[in-house]
């Protein structure tokens, strides 16, 4: 436990009249050991000492400590996250307030340095997870273009379906050249292009082989001669 500097100095003057380190602690409300460690700069220099003598050794007894304990830490962290949920996120708003140059920087620095961890875990994820990845990143044109906003509760469970069926069902054709497209070569297409004001609706979506809709581009399959 530490103690002010306004209680040291009180300390100090209850010491020089001769009171004892225990009898001080109790008159401020603190550990004897904590009164004779902050009135005596040669103990705390020894500590000090102390420490970083032996850090590497504190800090092995620590890193076996988190490896043999994992989901017990594991557990108590998430209480605890619980518990102070908007104390930290208010804690944390107003740190990166009042040090935006600090946060965007070791942000940046954190980046940096994870680059290529950051890259293989976005790879890994995308690899499990197709279908939400392909439906997510097509949800998220169509909300900045607005056509989910009056999208049903039915109308989104069916465009996720359909980007599942993409990614997961055995046989499946391209609705363009009818042919059986292999997993991994499937892609979902607006009928009615994107750029062209289709809706990112059920109706407007089908999935095609990634040959046809490279070659149907942002065009109507009308104007590739297709009828639909």
């Given at each position: 436990?530490?103690?002010?500097?306004?209680n040291?100095?009180?300390?100090?003057?209850m010491?020089?009249?001769g009171?004892s380190?225990?009898?001080?602690?109790?008159?401020?409300?603190?550990?004897?050991?904590?009164?004779?460690?902050?009135?005596?700069?040669?103990?705390?220099?020894?500590?000090?000492?102390y420490?970083?003598?032996h850090r590497?050794?504190?800090?092995?007894?620590a890193r076996?400590y988190?490896?043999?304990n994992?989901?017990?830490?594991r557990?108590?962290?998430?209480?605890?996250?619980?518990?102070?949920r908007?104390?930290?996120?208010a804690?944390?708003a107003a740190?990166?307030?009042?040090?935006?140059?600090?946060?965007?920087?070791?942000h940046?620095?954190?980046?940096?340095?994870?680059?290529?961890?950051?890259?293989a875990?976005a790879?890994?994820?995308?690899?499990?997870?197709?279908?939400?990845?392909?439906?997510?990143?097509?949800?998220?044109?169509?909300?900045k273009?607005g056509?989910?906003?009056?999208?049903?509760?039915?109308?989104?469970?069916?465009?996720?379906e359909?980007?599942?069926?993409a990614a997961?069902?055995?046989?499946?054709r391209?609705?363009?050249?009818?042919?059986l497209?292999?997993?991994?070569?499937r892609?979902?297409?607006?009928?009615?292009?994107?750029?062209?004001?289709?809706?990112?609706?059920?109706?407007?979506l089908?999935?095609?082989?990634?040959?046809?809709n490279l070659?149907?581009?942002?065009?109507h399959?009308?104007?590739?001669?297709?009828?639909?």
């Amino acid at each position: 436990m530490t103690m002010s500097a306004e209680n040291v100095a009180r300390a100090q003057e209850m010491r020089d009249e001769g009171m004892s380190y225990t009898a001080i602690g109790v008159e401020l409300g603190v550990a004897r050991k904590t009164v004779a460690y902050q009135l005596n700069p040669a103990d705390r220099e020894k500590k000090a000492a102390y420490h970083e003598a032996h850090r590497e050794k504190a800090n092995a007894y620590a890193r076996e400590y988190v490896a043999a304990n994992k989901d017990e830490i594991r557990a108590k962290g998430a209480i605890y996250r619980d518990a102070h949920r908007e104390e930290d996120k208010a804690s944390s708003a107003a740190y990166r307030a009042a040090n935006p140059d600090k946060c965007r920087i070791t942000h940046s620095n954190h980046y940096l340095a994870n680059r290529k961890k950051r890259l293989a875990y976005a790879r890994e994820y995308y690899q499990n997870h197709l279908s939400e990845s392909a439906a997510w990143a097509a949800n998220r044109r169509a909300i900045k273009a607005g056509w989910l906003l009056g999208a049903t509760s039915a109308q989104k469970a069916e465009i996720k379906e359909i980007y599942r069926k993409a990614a997961e069902e055995p046989k499946i054709r391209c609705y363009l050249c009818g042919k059986l497209i292999p997993l991994g070569d499937r892609q979902v297409d607006h009928i009615l292009p994107f750029d062209k004001d289709g809706p990112h609706l059920p109706a407007n979506l089908a999935v095609t082989c990634s040959k046809c809709n490279l070659r149907k581009n942002a065009k109507h399959p009308n104007e590739l001669g297709i009828l639909i």
